[in-house]
């Protein structure tokens, strides 16, 4: 299903491209863009009052960032002639998205929106943007606050990366308050888990992973982690990965605590190719993800998977456009929304919420 859909993604994607190349002449790297008029060709005459922004995805083929990209794109059907967003795929590789951002520098953007690819690689990217004097909301993907800090018209709009964490944990100590004779397979009082980490260094991979244990903690649950493996977001790493310890542990293993839906379902595909998790009378080992992806929703509502947590797309798309808005129209970030910047005085927080049955 996931396959299927990505094949019509890029399939898509490679209409618009082709649409956009044919407007816009022989030049090698052109931004898919969401404007028609753009992409239908440059005859048409341009509006100086329309905003242009820059987009910097990380990649796009990310459950999570294309729902922001397609909420951005109906800001922009929106509010038509106001503001024009082009798209740019960073490939989940950081060189292809500073080759980006110096295109977009030298072609001329009143704003960009980064979602980095390497969190390490922020400084370099600021640098950049600050010598061509634009405006800049990195978003998502969270750089150190001293390098958002680091210039003036430098802004972070993100979550609170504990929150998905504590969100977790939340619905794990939960099930096991209501259902604590099922999920205790060994019946010892403390609660088997396996982790399957994003990266290794991402803040926000590290803080749910922290939080979601230390959250079950604090409700007086003992925990113990049968084994943890970093599988980069990925879902089908976290499935071989979940294989094995399914061949090692059996339903030993009393939840799966993943910090994506991505990693969540690989993790649900490899329990059902064991005999779990597949409803009528299997045993259901509870699992958890975080972005309340369509796939994952399906799998919560069928109960083949305890519960997500849910990263606002639509949310994140309307405080980037208002928050772009204001820095390329020279004003404060937050003047006049309904955001605050957090204790770091540069970064707004888009609150999570639980996503169960
Ligand atoms: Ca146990």
Redesign the pocket.
């Known amino acids: 299903m996931k396959k299927f859909s990505k094949l019509i993604f890029i399939a898509l994607s490679g209409t618009i491209m082709a649409l956009s190349m044919v407007g816009c002449g022989s030049k090698s790297e052109q931004p898919e863009s969401s404007n028609e008029q753009q992409a239908e060709g440059n005859s048409q005459e341009t509006n100086e009052s329309v905003v242009k922004v820059g987009v910097l995805l990380y990649k796009f083929d990310d459950t999570y960032i294309s729902t922001v990209r397609q909420s951005l794109e109906k800001i922009q059907k929106e509010n038509g002639g106001k503001v024009e967003f082009s798209f740019f795929d960073g490939k989940g590789d950081q060189a292809t998205q500073n080759d980006s951002i110096d295109t977009l520098l030298q072609k001329g953007t009143d704003v960009l929106l980064v979602n980095l690819v390497d969190t390490g690689a922020g400084q370099t990217v600021v640098d950049k943007i600050k010598a061509a004097d634009k405006p800049v909301v990195f978003f998502n993907r969270e750089p150190a606050a001293d390098v958002i800090k680091s210039y003036d018209k430098a802004v972070f709009v993100g979550t609170n990366a504990k929150e998905a964490g504590i969100l977790q944990g939340n619905i794990l100590s939960g099930l096991w308050e209501k259902d604590k004779a099922n999920?205790?397979?060994?019946?010892?009082?403390?609660?088997?888990y396996v982790m399957l980490q994003g990266e290794p260094d991402n803040p926000e991979a590290v803080a749910r992973t922290e939080y979601s244990v230390s959250t079950i903690k604090e409700k007086g649950i003992e925990v113990?982690e049968l084994a943890k493996q970093v599988c980069n977001w990925d879902q089908a790493l976290a499935q071989n990965a979940t294989e094995a310890w399914v061949s090692k542990f059996g339903d030993?293993i009393?939840v799966v605590i993943a910090n994506n839906d991505g990693m969540a379902q690989g993790a649900i595909a490899a329990l059902q190719a064991q005999g779990f998790n597949n409803g009528e009378g299997s045993k259901t080992i509870p699992v958890v993800g975080v972005d309340a992806t369509a796939a994952a929703q399906d799998l919560i509502d069928k109960g083949y998977m305890a519960g997500s947590v849910l990263q606002d797309a639509e949310g994140m798309a309307k405080a980037l456009y208002s928050t772009g808005m204001n820095l390329a129209q020279g004003k404060n970030a937050i003047e006049e929304t309904e955001y605050t910047f957090d204790e770091t005085g540069v970064a707004v927080r888009i609150p999570y919420q639980e996503y169960t049955k």
Do not use: A, R, S, V
């Open positions: 999920i205790d397979t060994n019946g010892d009082g403390k609660m088997q113990e030993g009393e």
